[in-house]
């Protein structure tokens, strides 16, 4: 379980000592359902990249996903299916 912060400067360590993310930053940057996604989706505008936040998306139900401009200059392809 991680340790949560109420100050989003304050750093987060894992219970194995890793630098991370307080929850709640993590929770607002990720979309958790198909609405949620298009509308972050739309507001950062097309096209954009869909990634998993744990794992790979749809693997864990309920598991929430990040909606990020396209990086038109990667050095590295990644392919995902979304599909239901």
Request: glycine share 8%.
């Amino acid at each position: 379980m991680l340790q949560r912060c109420h100050e989003l400067s304050e750093m987060v360590l894992s219970d194995s000592g890793y630098a991370t993310v307080a929850y709640d930053v993590y929770d607002k940057a990720c979309t958790h359902d198909t609405a949620e996604g298009l509308a972050s989706a739309e507001h950062i505008g097309f096209p954009v990249m869909i990634k998993a936040s744990e794992g790979e998306v749809g693997e864990a139900p309920g598991s929430p996903a990040f909606v990020m401009t396209l990086a038109g200059a990667a050095r590295h392809l990644e392919v995902q299916v979304l599909a239901d």
